[in-house]
């Protein structure tokens, strides 16, 4: 898919930009719920973020099934 950036044993994962586009929410979203522990991610030697792109995916997937009030 075009989200997914590197891989690192097998594993996909994605970067802020990218997660931030799956879910509809801002970069800024993104790093706050990193930050906050709500979703998992890596660093980079660099120190950049990287999440785990099944994780995201499953997360999507979960908030498209779900109403909203």
Known sequence: MAE??????GTEYLRT???ARVL????KTVSRWANDKKL???RTLGG???YPAQ????????LIG???A
């Open 24 to 27: 509809h929410v801002s970069t």
């Open 48 to 50: 950049h973020r990287r």
């Open 55 to 62: 994780a995201i995916r499953q997360l999507a997937e979960g």
């Open 17 to 19: 930009a990218d997660v």
């Open 66 to 68: 779900q109403e909203w």
């Open 40 to 42: 998992p991610y890596m």
């Open 4 to 9: 997914e950036r590197g891989s690192t044993r």
